[in-house]
């Protein structure tokens, strides 16, 4: 694959990524997506939905990440980048299992044996989805820093990273009232701005070298 070409799907996956995650976002408003939630909420069309949807926009985001690192390559801090690339590598393949247990597992278990559901949640199951989310805040942090520092993309997208990071961090902290509907949607439209901004870069860059690889020969010709 050309860099041409690997920029225009890498962009284009990362701006479907981030339309698919804020579909998701306004969709956690009407469905309790935490893994503690009642059994029956695990039966219910939109929990499936909004799970799949975090997959699809987890999995995106994944295909855009090998132009990202293409562009950071050679610069101030690519090996801060390749490291924050390597945490949310992880992290997006253990959130990608969280979610295919969220939407293949949970639903047949809480239908046929919540008790097992009840017993297994008051174990220390949840250090597995916190797992995850720390392997990508500790990357996004990096990969924040890395933007930062290559100035291969505008300032904007680096602090965006390192605020959606921060972000992150908090929303645990806050479990009822205001803040904790409020910091989650921060974070999700911090997170979108930044990987949909990167995603029009990596797009505009492949039409300009489409453009210049068509314009060479001609002037060769010449």
């Given at each position: 694959?050309?860099?041409?070409?690997?920029?225009?799907?890498s962009?284009?996956?990362?701006?479907?990524?981030?339309?698919?995650?804020?579909?998701?976002?306004?969709?956690?408003f009407?469905?309790?997506?935490?893994?503690?939630?009642?059994?029956?909420?695990?039966?219910?069309?939109?929990?499936?939905?909004?799970?799949?949807?975090?997959?699809?926009?987890?999995?995106?985001?994944?295909?855009?990440?090998?132009?990202?690192?293409?562009?950071?390559?050679?610069?101030?801090?690519?090996?801060?980048?390749?490291?924050?690339?390597?945490?949310?590598?992880?992290?997006?393949?253990?959130?990608?299992?969280?979610?295919?247990?969220?939407?293949?597992?949970l639903?047949?278990?809480?239908?046929?044996a919540?008790?097992?559901?009840?017993?297994?949640f008051?174990?220390?199951?949840?250090i597995?989805?916190?797992?995850?989310?720390?392997?990508?805040?500790?990357?996004?942090?990096?990969?924040?820093?890395?933007?930062?520092?290559?100035?291969?993309?505008?300032?904007?997208?680096?602090y965006?990273?390192?605020?959606?990071a921060?972000?992150?961090l908090?929303?645990?902290?806050?479990q009822?009232?205001?803040?904790?509907?409020?910091?989650?949607l921060?974070?999700?439209?911090?997170?979108?701005?930044?990987?949909?901004?990167?995603?029009?870069?990596?797009v505009?860059?492949?039409?300009v070298?489409?453009?210049?690889?068509?314009?060479q020969?001609?002037?060769?010709?010449?």
């Amino acid at each position: 694959m050309s860099s041409t070409q690997l920029f225009r799907v890498s962009g284009m996956s990362l701006l479907l990524g981030t339309l698919v995650g804020l579909i998701d976002a306004l969709l956690s408003f009407f469905v309790n997506t935490s893994f503690t939630a009642p059994p029956a909420t695990f039966q219910s069309p939109l929990w499936p939905t909004y799970y799949s949807l975090s997959f699809a926009t987890i999995a995106l985001t994944l295909i855009g990440l090998p132009a990202l690192y293409f562009r950071l390559r050679g610069q101030r801090g690519d090996r801060l980048g390749f490291f924050g690339l390597l945490f949310i590598l992880v992290g997006t393949f253990l959130v990608l299992g969280m979610a295919g247990y969220f939407v293949s597992v949970l639903p047949v278990v809480a239908s046929k044996a919540p008790q097992v559901l009840t017993a297994t949640f008051e174990s220390d199951f949840d250090i597995f989805p916190l797992g995850g989310s720390l392997f990508l805040t500790i990357g996004t942090i990096l990969l924040g820093i890395a933007v930062l520092r290559a100035k291969v993309f505008p300032s904007l997208v680096g602090y965006l990273l390192l605020a959606s990071a921060v972000l992150t961090l908090l929303s645990p902290l806050f479990q009822s009232g205001l803040l904790s509907t409020l910091l989650p949607l921060l974070r999700i439209i911090t997170w979108a701005a930044a990987y949909g901004w990167i995603g029009m870069i990596l797009v505009q860059q492949a039409g300009v070298s489409g453009e210049a690889a068509a314009y060479q020969p001609q002037t060769a010709l010449r």
